[in-house]
Every structure is written in structure tokens, then in C-alpha cells.
């Protein structure tokens, strides 16, 4: 595979700062007397800022001056309802929904006598059911809500009040109090560390809530508030007043100062805790709270809370205003055809058809008329439909809830369907945005292989010689020599270990420069116990594997690194620390031996590395490329060890330099570069090492699967390129097999563009002509309206993209061609990316794709990603649960998203679409009898049911087959369902309903009710008994159609079922003889006598179902009826076949699936290099080097004054 690097720029962010200078503004009563003059920064670095807060000032302890601004309380509130305004605000939504206000304005209809042709009851009863379904729901979600707000805000936190600590709840929390937090317990709201118990007011903190990232970050005090440490009385006198940004959801950024005694101190981001982060290995800390509530970081980053709808609920809504224009031009045709019969023969029988009082002429009874037959013929949008649909989604959520192989038993955790609107949904997507730390993987850095000094260790061979996988059978290496191993630690080849204890020099130096070249720190808490705090996951790995070999980092200071040798005890001295930093891509350190040599060890890159050997290493160096390129190919994160023996007076000179580029004033970032470049130089190598960033189970092949269903995978990461394409390969979103990968790392809109053409013209040449007909179509239409098609490339290519690109090309006029590119890619890839970025990507796909995305992601930074996509999935677990409480469906592993997807969503999809054009079939054919009726009656307004049947129809007689349908129907078994992907495809092109089947649905619908009329009517026209009694009357005719249409309608739902339960033949043969049990109920002698006036077909039943020309009529009408939906339903595969008609054939031909095909790795061709992660950040270099994280803490100002 060949690598297309379109453009190359430094990977550096740069944050432009306006300089517009504003004074500070003075208060009355109470002075923030602070001005200075790159507070504006503020005004360029805020967003989400609440409006009207320019930025924040506060004061330490002083209440009174705090409430002045009216800042919110620590409150949080999800919910949605109270006691009080439930009722009136879940109405008010409920009757924004179009159906529910259509049916509220028809009950309003039915109230007025004059056009009153049903009764009030056969309105409101459904109404009322829907209506309370429809609250009760929404009173346990928010009820749910209600608790989860309750149970965060009602925590327990320290407050200094009144100079003593007081126990407080969350939200009684105000900006300007001083909290003390201890070990484990997670961070209150947004605050400032004043002091910790760690040296030099050092916190470590755990940040999973936030980033999904488990690796500790450390935080520290500034000097001025360091030295109160737990001292109450000084806390309690402090009085410090800070200027900061106003809220934001920049998780990254904080600007403020500090005032205090007269003196203003510069904060910044690591001076500041964020809500949601955890302390740790901190006995206790205390804090200034800065944020509360709404205002912190945290819910800034949870966007905006909006009702997400289907592309079902849309078509629905779009589908209910066609029926009300045929409702109303079939009312307008009524109308006009009964003035034209009062006109011409209804006003010369006056004497017989007298009008009413309020009808003077045939035009007045046409206008009364009209809203008469749009009360008969409501049904054609039943208002049983809504509560149906809630009822199968509810349904089909409890299936996702109750999936036994969605539940993972070692966090014993189960799938959730926390919303039950989008189930039908998950049947339809095309695109899936994944974040990368946390649900890609998980976040565990294992040391799996090593290569030193040109042998490879770590593959496990048997007895044969054949190299085999892990598995949990396979005998782990034993580390008992060792008293300071840790039992966590695995690893399976034994020559390893056999190669330390003979004393092998290569291994030896191996470990010895991974467990000196670093800036791990180690700290013995409990007496044995080493707990190591690293700030990138990898280098943990690195010392936590060196540990267990036998070479034990024990401890350092800012002069000496003190290792455990195979039990004996080494203080070497650190004369540098060389440290990472993004262009470098390696660290190194200088260290003297305790044989008073001096030895710089290196680590980094290979590409970097293998540039600076020495001469004499080029076949050890041909040979650990192979071990590299072996190491690669299984997804590992590479990284080559080397070392250098210097001369003591060679150090010296250099030293020297280092010292003088350090004190420089001018280029001093580019002078220590040049220095470090002079001595990392003519290194001889060591060998290289192979760690693996452990993804989740199942992830590449969840990854091939949800290929195959034509679903594209686009990974959205703030993490670093080079680990992000690393992970993008060992899951398969990129393969070394493609045609091209481009590389899009602009800095400025017009390189951006050149990049993303340069991408286009290679994967289709045509697009960049204005005669391709994508480009007509775009220019002919207006950019809000853009639905742009796929496009087919000329290969597979794949595409990166870093964040400062990204911005480029969204913030200018290129959003369409980036999403032109990005779309015809197999995989995308955006780095570096922030929260906001990633919410724009998924809005820019819903914008100009007009499909179904997912997102899905596991930290506080992608709460915004998953709130903008349609479908917004969170990975549950020790990564954070931010995400999964913003979620619409919930589980804990990335490998259920498959299951979810091909199984539960294609089935809810199925089960909708079967429902959909069942449900407007059978009321079509219900209600348009009317309109037949209508040219027999005069056009007078009079339905052929009995109003029992119409009010029962719906919520009754039909309702329980079609939901027995729509709970328990399958096409095909879960088995085939995830051994065909392509079984997915139609949901994705909506093809089982759309506005074409609605028409075949109306079609169908109307010949049926022509059938269901005029059959009855010629078979009962002019008939006689066996007696010669007369039975062509008005109540036998309308028993005879009824019956008619129910057998009908339960056989087209028996036809339409593919997979038959116990339940399925009750429902549906049930629902049959419970209409007859409940008709002679009805007609029965008892009840007409006692309600003469509701109940007035006494005897119809017992007259009518024993002659014979009942029977007759139905089973005419059902041949009928069937014929031609049977036909259809025969040929039209044969016809017209979808793809996936194909591959039902081809089930229908196999006894039993065959097995998942096995993933196999492939070898990599060279090109491509795993990454090894350092951390994104500096490391800790600075940090051991000053001497900070020491017990010894600052000196007090009587120790400086002396």
C-alpha cells in the first residue's frame, strides 16, 4: 500500500489570541482591582459561553460579594418535570405532535350537534388511552432522571465554614467556597487547587469521566496558596479574589488571575480540577470553587439536550398531511355530490326527509355535510397508530435490555436501551463515529514482544516448533525470583527470562535502559507495594515490565534513579533528562553508573532512531526492522531502544552548551534542539519493543461485519496521528491492501484545498469537472437543500486528518469537499481533534448526507458527538460514565454494537415497516367503504358500521395481531442475521417503507374496500330467508361487511408473518373469536333493552349469522382480497428482486449457517511503522528535574527571609 502525503506541516496547534486590551471593571461596595492587559484573551478562547458573563470574578470566603453575580448554585438538573407543571407541559408537547392536535380538533367537531355524524365517546376514548400511555411513559423516564439527579446532588462534600469543615451536600455548593477533597472521592465542581498533601501541592487525578483516559495527570498549587496547606485558620482568612474566563466547555483551556495580598498570580489549566475527576494516591486536597452547576466544563461539554425523531417519525408526519389532503378532497367530493342529490331529489322529499331548522338551502347541508364525513372518516389516520408505535418500541427496548449476549459478566454490566423512540432506527445506519481511547480500546498497555540485540522474544512456539496464540491455557513465565514483581503482570516466553538469569549483557542493558529511561515516578505507599505514576499509559508498561524481569525502578530525585538490579540495589546519578516533545518522537537521559561511566540511553521512533545509529549497527539494524515490521503487522506499538557511552570531557562540553541554550533569551526552543541533536547521535542499538494497546474484544471483527453491511466507520480522537492510525489499522478500519491512504494536514483553507482535490482527483478524476453531474447537481441547488449522492472511487483508499485541518476546511468553504473526499474513503481517521470538532463532523454528515449516523464513545469528550447524531451510543465502564448517561443506548463493550445494530435494529426496522403498511392497509380499507356507502345513502353522512365496531376496530379487533407481529416477527434468526451483514442494506435505503409503499399500501386499501362493499351488497341485494323474510336491511348488511373485513384484514396479517409463535396464533385467530364473543355481547337482548338509544342492533347476530349468504361474502371477499396480494407477494421476487431477496434464497437453501470466516492477520509490506504513544503532552521531565514531586516541600518565607 502506498502512502499519499499530500502536504507537510508541523504538528503543532497554534491558538491565535487577540491583544485588545480591557480595563477591569469596579464595583461598587467591593474592589476586583486587577487590570491587566491580556485579559481579552477570555473573549477568543471562551466557548459556550453563558451570554451576558464577559468573564468571572470572585472572592475567597466572602459570600455577600459572590451572590452579587448571581451565579448558579452546584444544581444539576436533567429532568424535564415537576409536580406542578407536568400535567400542562407533558399536554402542551404531547398536542405539539400533529396526529394528537388533528384528533383533539375532531373531538372539538364531534361536540357540535349539527355535524355530529359519530358519537363523542368513539374520539375520546382513544384519545384519552393514547394521551395516558403517552404521560405514563414520560413520567417514568423522568422520574429515572429525577433520581439520577438526586443521587449526584445529594453527595456529601467538606466545606470550610466559619473556620471548621462542615459537611454539605453537592448542590448547596456557591462559587467562592473552599472544599477539601480526599482520596478516591471525585471532584465537587470546577476548582482551583490552593494545597494538597502531596509534595509542593502535587494531585494526581484520574480524568476517565472527562477523556476516557485512565492514565493519572498531575495538578499543582501555586506556591502562594501551597503554603496554608491544611491549616484552617489560613484558609479560612484567605481572601484572594480571582478573574477568570467565563464558562466554557474548553476541557483543555483556563485563563485567570489570581490576587492576592496585593501581588497577582498567573493560572492556568493545571492549576485547575475539573468536575468529574477523581483524586488520586492524594491523601486530601483543598479547592476554590470556581464553576458550579451548569457552568463547569463538564456540563458545558453536555451540549444541548434535543428530542431526537426518526426518519419514520418524519415520513410518518409527512405521509398524515397526504392523507389529510385525500381526506379532505374525498370530504369536498361527498359534499358536492350530496348538494347536487338535496338539489335535485333530496329538496322535493321534504315531506318525507324534512331539512332541519338550520339548514336553508342545499349548499348549507353540503358545508355541514363536509365536516360530517371528516368525522367518519377520521380512521384513515387512527390515533390507535401512535400508541401502537410506542408500545412496539417499548417492546423491542426491553429485547435490548434483556439480551443475554449483550451482558457482560466481568463488569456486570447489561445492555440499555435508555430511550425507546429510536429502536427502528438502528436498522437504518450508514455511518458510525467512533471515539478511539476507551472504546476502541481499552486503554491497557500490555508488554507483549521485545527484540534484542537481533533475537525476538515473546512468541509463544509448541513442542513442534509452530507458533501458537495466547490463550488463557497457556503457562504464564514465572516470576517468583523476584519479590518485587507484580502479579498482574503476564508473559508467556520462558527463553526470556532464561536469557536475565544466565546474565546475558544485551538483555541486561535492555531492561536496565528501559527502567532508566523515562520519567515514571515511583513511590512505595504500603512497604513492598511500588505504585509508578506515569503520565503516558505506554511508558507505565515499559518500567512496569522492566520491574517484573528484575530491574526495578525503587526510586528517584531530581539527581539520582534508584533501581533494583536482580536484587541488588543501584543508585545512579541523572546528569539530563532529554524529554519528549512531538517533533522529537524520542526521549533520552544521561545518566553515570555506579562504575563512574557515563551512558546516555535513547528511546523513540524507529524512523527517528535508526537515522541516528552508528555505522557498525546496520545488520542489527536490517534485522530489528524485520522484528519491527513482524511487530507492526500484529497491531503492536513499536519503539526502538539504543544507547550511546559518552566521554567524561566530551559530557562536559556539551553540558556546557546544554547550560547556555537553556539560559537563552532568543530561539531558545530551537538552540536546545540543536544542542540534543549534537549528542543523540552514533547510537549503538539495543533491540526494540512491542507493546500492544489492547483493543476491546471483538473489535476488528465487529469492524469487518459492520463493513459488510455497507456501514462506514469514521474514528473521531483528540489522540495523536500516529497512534490513531496504529489502532485504525489492528481494527481494520484501514488496511494496508488499500489503494492510497491521503494525508490532509493543512494549516491554512487554500493548502487544505489543494489536499482534499488533489485526494478527489485521484480517486474519481471527473469530479473536479464542472460537466460530472454531482458538480451540476450542486450548482443548481441551494446549499440548504443539498442531498449529495454516493460516489463510487476507482479504488479503496483511506483518509487522516488532523483537527487543525479539519477547522481550516469547516470554518471556510470547504466543508462539501471534505465531505466529498471523507465519503468516498473506506476509512477516516481525524486526529487531534476537540469536543466541538467532533459534534461538527456528524452535523456536517446529517447536513448534505440525509442518512442515519451513530456515535459512539465513552468520556465527557464525546458527550457532544453522541448528543448531535441521530443515535447516540456510550460505552459503560471504568472509563467514565458521562458518556452513557447522554446516551440513547448503553453497553459495555464495542463488540455488542454489532448485535445491536444487525440484529435488534433490522429486526425493529422489519417489524416498523410490516406495521406501518399493515396499519394504513387495514384502516384504507375500513374507512373507504364509507365512500362506496355514500353514493348508496345519499351522501348523507351515514356509516355503515355500528358505532361499537368503529370505536373497537382499532383498540380491539385489530390491534393485538399486528402488535403480536410487530414484537416477535423475524425474517431470518439472529444466527443469520450476523452471518449475512448484507441483510442490513434495505434499512439503510429505507426500502420496505417509504412514500411508494404508502401508495401501494392506499391502492391496495382502496380495492379492498370496493371489494368489501359491493360483494356484501350483491350477495345480500334483493335476498330472502329460508322463510321468505327479507334480509337486505341495513343492520345485516353492515354485520355482513364488518365480518367481511375482519377476515380479511386477520388473513392479510397471517400472510404477512414469516415467523410463528405460540402468541402469534393466539393474537391473531384469538383476536377473531374474541370479535364474535364480544358482537352478540353487544346485540345481545339484555343490553338493547336496557340502552335502547347506544346499543340498537337487538338481534342482527343470531338473525343474520345463520343464513348462508353471511358465509358466501366472506369467503368471496377473501378470495378476492388474497389473490392479489398473494400474487404480489409471489412474483415481485422473481420481477424484481432486491439484493437481499438473494440472499433470503440463499439461507432458504442452507440447513444450518456456516462458520464466521477467521480473521487473519496480515503481514505488513514495510511501509507503514506502528507508533508508539508517548504522552500528548510534555512529560515529566521538568518536573523531576526542579525536584517538585520531592517530600520536601517549599520553604516558608521565614526560611527564604533568613
Not at 395 to 413: A, E, P
Not at 533 to 561: K, M, W, Y
Not at 973 to 1002: A, D, I, M
Request: with cysteine.
Amino acid at each position: 500500500m502506498k502512502y499519499i502525503k499530500l502536504y507537510i506541516s508541523e504538528d503543532s496547534e497554534r491558538n491565535v489570541l487577540s491583544e485588545d486590551l480591557r480595563q477591569a471593571e469596579i464595583l461598587s461596595n467591593y474592589s476586583c482591582n486587577i487590570i491587566y492587559s491580556t485579559m481579552s484573551i477570555f473573549d477568543s478562547q471562551n466557548g459556550g459561553r453563558q451570554s451576558g458573563e464577559q468573564e468571572r470574578c470572585l472572592q475567597a470566603n466572602n459570600e455577600e460579594f459572590n451572590t452579587m453575580f448571581g451565579y448558579p448554585n452546584n444544581t444539576i438538573k436533567t429532568s424535564k418535570y415537576n409536580v406542578f407543571n407536568f400535567l400542562p407541559l407533558n399536554l402542551f408537547e404531547q398536542f405539539q405532535r400533529l396526529a394528537n392536535a388533528y384528533f383533539l380538533i375532531l373531538l372539538i367537531l364531534q361536540l357540535i350537534p349539527q355535524i355530529a355524524s359519530l358519537a363523542w365517546y368513539t374520539t375520546v376514548l382513544p384519545l384519552i388511552v393514547v394521551l395516558s400511555i403517552t404521560a405514563v411513559k414520560d413520567a417514568i423516564d423522568d422520574l429515572k432522571r429525577h433520581q439520577n439527579d438526586n443521587q449526584v446532588n445529594n453527595r456529601s462534600v467538606l466545606v470550610l465554614m466559619n473556620g471548621r469543615m462542615e459537611n454539605k451536600k453537592w448542590m448547596n455548593i456557591q462559587v467562592g467556597n473552599i472544599i477539601k477533597l480526599e482520596n478516591n472521592q471525585p471532584v465537587t465542581a470546577d476548582i482551583l487547587l490552593l494545597s494538597s498533601s502531596e509534595p509542593y501541592s502535587m494531585t494526581y487525578i484520574e480524568t476517565a469521566e472527562l477523556d476516557g483516559e485512565t492514565n493519572l495527570k498531575v495538578k499543582q498549587a501555586i506556591q502562594v496558596t501551597s503554603e496554608m496547606e491544611n491549616n484552617l485558620k489560613l484558609l479560612s482568612a484567605f481572601d484572594g479574589e480571582v478573574r477568570c474566563e467565563s464558562p466554557n466547555n474548553k476541557l483543555g483551556k483556563f485563563t485567570g488571575m489570581l490576587t492576592y495580598k496585593g501581588k497577582n498570580y498567573i493560572l492556568d489549566h493545571d492549576k485547575l480540577l475539573l468536575r468529574g475527576c477523581i483524586i488520586r494516591n492524594t491523601d486530601w486536597c483543598y479547592g476554590l470553587v470556581i464553576y458550579t452547576g451548569p457552568d463547569t466544563k463538564l456540563m458545558q461539554n453536555s451540549g444541548k439536550s434535543s428530542f431526537k425523531r426518526t426518519h419514520m417519525d418524519h415520513l410518518m408526519n409527512v405521509l398524515v398531511l397526504w392523507i389529510f389532503l385525500l381526506l379532505g378532497s374525498m370530504c369536498f367530493v361527498l359534499a358536492v355530490g350530496h348538494g347536487i342529490w338535496e338539489n335535485k331529489k333530496g329538496f322535493y322529499f321534504q315531506n318525507f326527509l324534512p331539512w332541519n331548522e338550520y339548514v336553508s338551502s342545499s349548499f348549507v347541508s353540503a358545508i355541514l355535510i363536509f365536516w360530517s364525513y371528516f368525522i367518519i372518516l377520521n380512521t384513515m389516520v387512527p390515533i390507535s397508530l401512535y400508541v401502537s408505535v410506542e408500545i412496539i418500541r417499548l417492546g423491542n427496548s426491553c429485547y435490548i435490555n434483556w439480551d443475554q449476549k449483550m451482558f457482560c459478566s466481568l463488569k456486570n454490566t447489561p445492555a440499555q436501551a435508555r430511550t425507546t423512540t429510536l429502536n427502528e432506527e438502528l436498522g437504518q445506519v450508514k455511518y458510525v463515529f467512533s471515539d478511539k481511547t476507551g472504546t476502541l480500546t481499552q486503554n491497557i498497555m500490555i508488554f507483549n514482544q521485545c527484540s534484542i540485540n537481533g533475537t525476538l522474544y515473546g512468541a509463544v512456539y509448541d513442542k513442534y516448533g509452530q507458533k501458537v496464540e495466547v490463550s488463557e491455557k497457556t503457562e504464564k513465565v514465572d516470576f517468583s525470583y523476584n519479590k518485587w514483581t507484580d502479579p498482574k503482570f503476564s508473559f508467556y516466553d520462558k527463553t526470556l527470562v532464561e536469557a536475565v538469569k544466565r546474565g546475558d549483557r544485551w538483555v541486561h542493558l535492555f531492561f536496565l535502559s528501559l527502567s532508566l529511561c523515562h520519567t515514571v515516578m515511583s513511590e512505595e505507599k504500603v512497604e513492598g507495594e511500588l505504585v509508578y505514576q506515569a503520565q503516558s499509559p505506554d511508558e507505565g508498561a515499559l518500567v512496569s515490565a522492566a520491574r517484573n524481569f528484575g530491574f526495578v525502578l525503587l526510586s528517584r530525585t531530581p539527581e539520582t534513579i534508584t533501581v533494583v538490579e536482580m536484587g541488588k540495589t543501584k543508585v545512579y546519578q541523572l546528569l539530563a533528562i532529554l524529554d519528549f516533545s512531538n517533533v522529537r518522537k524520542r526521549m533520552s537521559v544521561i545518566v553515570r553508573t555506579p562504575e563512574d561511566r557515563v551512558i546516555l540511553f535513547c528511546k523513540g521512533a524507529d524512523t527517528i532512531l535508526c537515522q541516528r545509529l552508528h555505522p557498525s549497527c546496520t545488520s542489527l539494524r536490517d534485522v530489528t526492522m524485520d522484528h519491527l515490521d513482524e511487530f507492526a503487522s500484529e497491531g503492536l506499538r513499536t519503539l526502538v531502544v539504543a544507547y550511546r557511552e559518552l566521554d567524561n570531557s566530551f559530557f562536559h562540553d556539551w553540558n556546557k552548551k546544554h547550560s547556555e541554550a537553556c539560559l537563552s533569551v532568543e530561539n531558545r526552543e530551537y538552540k536546545i534542539s540543536s544542542v540534543y541533536e549534537e549528542i543523540e547521535k552514533d547510537l549503538m542499538l539495543i533491540g526494540a519493543t512491542g507493546i500492544e494497546d489492547k483493543l476491546q474484544d471483538g473489535v476488528p471483527q465487529t469492524i469487518r461485519t459492520l463493513n459488510k453491511a455497507k456501514i462506514k466507520i469514521w474514528v473521531l480522537t483528540g489522540d495523536k496521528q500516529e497512534t490513531a492510525v496504529n489502532i485504525a489499522y489492528a481494527c481494520n478500519i484501514l488496511e494496508d491492501e488499500m489503494d492510497g491512504l491521503f494525508i490532509i494536514q493543512g494549516k491554512d483553507e487554500q493548502t487544505v484545498q489543494q489536499e482534499l482535490r488533489s485526494a478527489m482527483h485521484q480517486m474519481k478524476p471527473e469530479s473536479l469537472l464542472e460537466s460530472d453531474p454531482i458538480n451540476s447537481y450542486l450548482a443548481t441547488k441551494h446549499k440548504m437543500s443539498l442531498k449529495i449522492p454516493e460516489e463510487v472511487p476507482n479504488g479503496n483508499y483511506g483518509l487522516i486528518i488532523n483537527g487543525y485541518s479539519l477547522a481550516c476546511a469547516l470554518e471556510g468553504n470547504l466543508e462539501l469537499e471534505l465531505l466529498r473526499t471523507a465519503c468516498m474513503c473506506k476509512g477516516v481517521i481525524c486526529c487531534r481533534m476537540t469536543p466541538l470538532q467532533k459534534a461538527q463532523v456528524v452535523e456536517l454528515v446529517k447536513k448534505y448526507k440525509k442518512v442515519v449516523t451513530l456515535a459512539i464513545g465513552d468520556g465527557a469528550n464525546d458527550v457532544s458527538m453522541i448528543k448531535a447524531a441521530h443515535i447516540g451510543v456510550g460505552i459503560s465502564g471504568p472509563e467514565g460514565m458521562q458518556a452513557m448517561l447522554n446516551s440513547d443506548f448503553a453497553f459495555s463493550q464495542f463488540q455488542y454494537l454489532q448485535r445491536l445494530l444487525l440484529v435488534h435494529g433490522r429486526w425493529s426496522y422489519n417489524r416498523m415497516c410490516k406495521f406501518l403498511s399493515y396499519f394504513f392497509y387495514k384502516n384504507f380499507a375500513f374507512t373507504l367503504v364509507h365512500f362506496w356507502y355514500s353514493f348508496y345513502s345519499g351522501f348523507s353522512a351515514q356509516t355503515v358500521y355500528d358505532t361499537w365496531f368503529i370505536t373497537f376496530y382499532n383498540l380491539l379487533y385489530t390491534c393485538l395481531p399486528i402488535l403480536g407481529l410487530s414484537l416477535f416477527d423475524q425474517d431470518v434468526n439472529e444466527t443469520w442475521s450476523l452471518r449475512f451483514p448484507e441483510l442490513y442494506e434495505p434499512g439503510q435505503h429505507n426500502l420496505y417503507f417509504n412514500k411508494r409503499e404508502f401508495v401501494k399500501c392506499l391502492v391496495h386499501g382502496i380495492y379492498s374496500s370496493f371489494v368489501l362493499f359491493f360483494i356484501p351488497m350483491g350477495t345480500i341485494l334483493n335476498s330472502v330467508r329460508s322463510d321468505g323474510k327479507e334480509i337486505s336491511d341495513y343492520q345485516a348488511f353492515s354485520l355482513m361487511v364488518q365480518t367481511s373485513l375482519l377476515w380479511v384484514v386477520t388473513m392479510q396479517i397471517a400472510l404477512q408473518t414469516t415467523y410463528w409463535t405460540l402468541i402469534n396464533h393466539f393474537f391473531t385467530w384469538g383476536s377473531l373469536g374474541f370479535y364474535f364473543c364480544i358482537l352478540f355481547f353487544l346485540h345481545s337482548d339484555g343490553l338493547c333493552l336496557m340502552f335502547p338509544n347506544i346499543f340498537q342492533f337487538l338481534g342482527v347476530v343470531k338473525n343474520t349469522v345463520t343464513v348462508p349468504q353471511l358465509w358466501l361474502s366472506v369467503v368471496l371477499s377473501l378470495v378476492l382480497c388474497m389473490l392479489p396480494a398473494i400474487g404480489y407477494q409471489f412474483l415481485k421476487p422473481l420481477l424484481c428482486p432486491f439484493n437481499v431477496d438473494k440472499v433470503i434464497d440463499t439461507i432458504h437453501g442452507m440447513k444450518h449457517p456456516l462458520p464466521l470466516p477467521v480473521l487473519k492477520k496480515t503481514k505488513n509490506t514495510g511501509a507503514r511503522r506502528s507508533a508508539y504513544a508517548f504522552s500528548h503532552k510534555q512529560g515529566f521531565g521538568p518536573l523531576i528535574t526542579s525536584g517538585k514531586f520531592m517530600k520536601s516541600k517549599w520553604p516558608k518565607k521565614k526560611q527564604l527571609l533568613s
